[in-house]
């Protein structure tokens, strides 16, 4: 093991450990958490690695002081993580959104499990992904990446962290029991420091620093608590310098940027692949566990005579909205397995506007779904 | 391409079940096979577990996805090879058996119908165990059977693989374990069979 504490190897483990892997080497040095079903192995983790590479494990009373917790540790320097799945995650949308009318930089893994309410605690869903986007309340956005693998899970989770110091938002990680759960390969190669994202710091005199005065990427450089910057936090509405003003104007003002930050840059956020779009008559648009089996749906379908393809979403949050208008012109048909009744489906029906019909293949949850039922679909949606 | 006659099996992918009680080593079994599969031989696998109480106590299973290519659908649908600890789990899983499939099962603690055809391939990996001192050793003993009867995974993956896997200072007696199980399967196996599933 290198000096920093983090692995490097190939490795046979599970998505959950992946993930809290993927912290470690992403520089994350605090984690607070409350465990849950499919999550705790995350947590687990996080609790034995933390202490050897000088990093802090607290493990909270429930999630909603989990999530202030890691907002706090992030105020005062360190990259920050919790991880929960279902109820958890709804108690944690307050405090996220405190995280977001604060520019915090931290990552909230959700291991997503069946659901409404306790559901089916250890089987697979993706029933989250609109409670990702809207969860807390006000007009805001954010970022959500979602992995098929436990390979993939690694990798994502210091993205997440990169995004996250770079736009000063909180990013989650929108993964799945079935992702969770499920031990394969993992490769860890050595990170270099080059590869990290840490938050811009001021680099003016302390007496001038405001801060929340954003730069030209609408992003404020960050100061650390007690170092001598000016620091102030409050989830009112604030000016630059972080104190209340009640009025429309700064709200206006304030809103917009936080919403601007991530709409204005978000060619630099969105990731997908694409597999067989160039002369493709209906595409699968799939995200996370669900791409797998697609993948295999749509070489099924491409052997019986179909000019199928596939869009893995990578990041749901922002929508890959450009690419879908894009790719309406062409297709006749998007079909979108998800494992819940229909969420994403209805943004890639926003983006489709009637140029290409949208098909979804649902799946309520508790496992995945069969690459037949998609391949069924898929011929239904070139007829 | 997908074998129809088996769902969403991909044509090459080989699939484990391994059943029994929680506290047998089924877990640590399939967590020695897939890696067994993907780091030592190179390949691709997915472990997949059931999870909760059961683990612990109750009835357990793991379940390993082997293919030579990336894993689309990480559950097993048609096992190639079923190994069975407990009479419970073979009343669930010894129905509807793929043709070809093959089933090992500990004499001690499953009594198979006398109908089955194949009849399963049969070692007293708990008894060999409790005879060599620790009865924990037993799924051990099991997967170096398996090594010696399938050509699912080749045996000295399979054997680096439980290595790097027990505690710090019983691999001497892991590899006797598992090299007692080779043994025995070389003399009472039938090698090959399940070599093309």
């Not at chain 1, 997503?112 to 805001?140: I, K």
Request: charged share 20%.
């Amino acid at each position: 093991m290198p000096e920093d504490g983090a692995l490097c190897g190939t490795f046979f483990m599970n998505g959950d450990v992946a993930c809290a892997e993927g912290a470690i080497s992403a520089g994350c040095r605090f984690f607070a958490g409350y465990p849950i079903t499919p999550a705790t192995e995350v947590a687990e983790r996080m609790s034995e690695r933390l202490p050897h590479v000088g990093g802090i494990y607290i493990q909270m009373e429930d999630e909603i002081a989990s999530m202030n917790a890691i907002l706090g540790a992030s105020w005062a320097g360190l990259k920050a993580m919790t991880s929960t799945s279902g109820p958890g995650f709804s108690l944690m949308m307050e405090n996220l959104g405190l995280g977001v009318m604060l520019e915090t930089p931290c990552v909230l893994v959700n291991i997503q499990r069946a659901g409404p309410s306790t559901g089916l605690p250890t089987m697979a869903a993706q029933g989250d992904m609109m409670q990702a986007r809207w969860g807390s309340h006000g007009s805001y956005e954010i970022i959500a990446l979602v992995p098929s693998s436990p390979q993939e899970i690694f990798d994502l989770t210091i993205t997440a962290f990169n995004l996250s110091e770079r736009y000063r938002v909180p990013v989650l990680v929108m993964s799945d029991e079935a992702v969770g759960h499920m031990s394969e390969k993992v490769v860890i190669p050595r990170i270099s420091p080059k590869e990290l994202v840490s938050r811009r710091r001021p680099d003016g005199t302390q007496e001038q620093y405001l801060p929340y005065k954003a730069d030209e990427d609408l992003v404020p450089p960050m100061a650390i608590a007690g170092e001598g910057y000016r620091f102030h936090v409050t989830g009112l509405t604030h000016d630059e310098r972080g104190y209340p003003v009640m009025t429309v104007e700064a709200q206006d003002q304030l809103v917009r940027r936080l919403v601007d930050k991530i709409r204005l840059n978000k060619k630099d956020i969105i990731r997908y692949e694409e597999v067989g779009v160039e002369d493709a008559e209906v595409i699968v648009c799939a995200y996370g566990i669900s791409t797998r089996v697609a993948r295999l749906a749509v070489q099924e379908a491409r052997n019986a005579g179909i000019r199928a393809g596939m869009l893995r979403l990578i990041t749901v949050w922002p929508f890959a909205e450009d690419r879908i208008r894009e790719l309406a012109q062409q297709v006749k048909a998007f079909v979108v397995p998800e494992i819940n009744y229909g969420q994403i489906v209805l943004e890639v029906e926003r983006c489709a506007a009637g140029k290409a019909s949208t098909l979804l293949v649902p799946h309520m949850g508790g496992g995945v779904h069969h690459p037949q039922t998609i391949l069924k679909a898929i011929k239904e949606a070139v007829q | 391409m997908l074998d129809n006659k088996q769902g969403c099996k991909s044509l090459g992918t080989k699939e484990i079940r391994i059943a029994g009680f929680g506290g047998q080593g089924v877990v640590l079994s399939g967590l020695i096979l897939g890696q067994a599969a993907s780091i030592y031989d190179d390949g691709f696998s997915a472990l997949t577990q059931s999870y909760g109480p059961e683990a612990r106590g109750g009835s357990c299973t793991a379940e390993v996805v082997i293919s030579d290519e990336p894993i689309g659908y990480p559950y097993v649908q048609s096992p190639n090879v079923l190994i069975i600890l407990s009479q419970e789990a073979y009343n669930k899983y010894s129905q509807d058996l793929p043709a070809g499939a093959l089933m090992i099962i500990d004499p001690d603690l499953v009594k198979p119908e006398p109908s089955q055809n194949p009849a399963p391939l049969s070692i007293p990996a708990t008894r060999m165990a409790r005879d060599m001192g620790r009865t924990v050793v037993a799924n051990i003993i099991i997967l170096g059977f398996l090594a010696a009867v399938s050509d699912l995974i080749s045996p000295e993956a399979l054997k680096n693989s439980v290595l790097a896997s027990v505690p710090k200072g019983t691999e001497e007696f892991n590899t006797k374990a598992f090299e007692l199980g080779y043994n025995y399967g070389l003399e009472h196996g039938r090698k090959g069979e399940v070599a093309d599933g």
